[in-house]
């Protein structure tokens, strides 16, 4: 029987993103106007899983790329992120944009479409409920301090 509880290694945190190549691949947030409701248990998440909102007025079928992702470890906290001086990411309010959106997915655009999704954001306000508009204003998220995520072990 075991005496302790089992500890990973502080650099296996940086080589679960170097395995993904998170260094080096594309990275885009795409717009949906799937709900966050049940978001979580998707079995093999990949973009097609998820129904993208409509190309026109501010948003262009494919998202926003990311520039320059970084993927770094410090005691044990691994955090991903992109071009560091840019601390948010925006789309610009336009006639004929997505009136449906409900949540932002993170893809890798680097990998085959299966698994390529890896995160997802809540763009409501109530949960996942009442979808928002790029038509009434522009839409922007906001990284936080700590990048776009993070892996501890």
């Known amino acids: 029987m075991a005496q302790g509880t ?3 290694f502080e650099e296996f945190s940086l080589s679960l993103g170097d395995f993904h190549d998170l260094n080096t691949h594309a990275f885009s947030v795409i717009l ?3 709900s966050v409701v049940g978001m979580a ?3 093999t998440p990949d973009r097609a ?3 993208e909102c409509t190309n026109g007025g501010g ?3 494919g998202g926003y790329t990311l520039a320059t992702p970084v993927y770094s470890e410090a005691a044990g906290v691994a955090t991903f992120d992109h071009n560091a001086g840019e601390a948010s990411i925006s789309w610009t309010a336009q006639a004929g944009s997505p009136t449906d959106i409900k949540t932002a997915i993170l893809v890798n655009d680097d990998v085959s479409a299966t698994y ?4 997802y954001i809540d763009m ?3 949960g996942g409920t009442t979808a928002i508009s790029l038509v009434a204003g522009n839409v922007t998220i906001t990284w936080g301090a700590t990048g776009i995520f ?4």
């Open 6 to 8: 089992f500890t990973l």
């Open 32 to 34: 949906v106007s799937d």
């Open 41 to 43: 248990s998707t079995g």
């Open 49 to 51: 899983d998820f129904t």
């Open 59 to 61: 948003y262009t079928t």
């Open 116 to 119: 390529d999704a890896m995160g």
């Open 124 to 126: 409501t306000a109530d």
């Open 150 to 153: 993070t892996i501890t072990v």
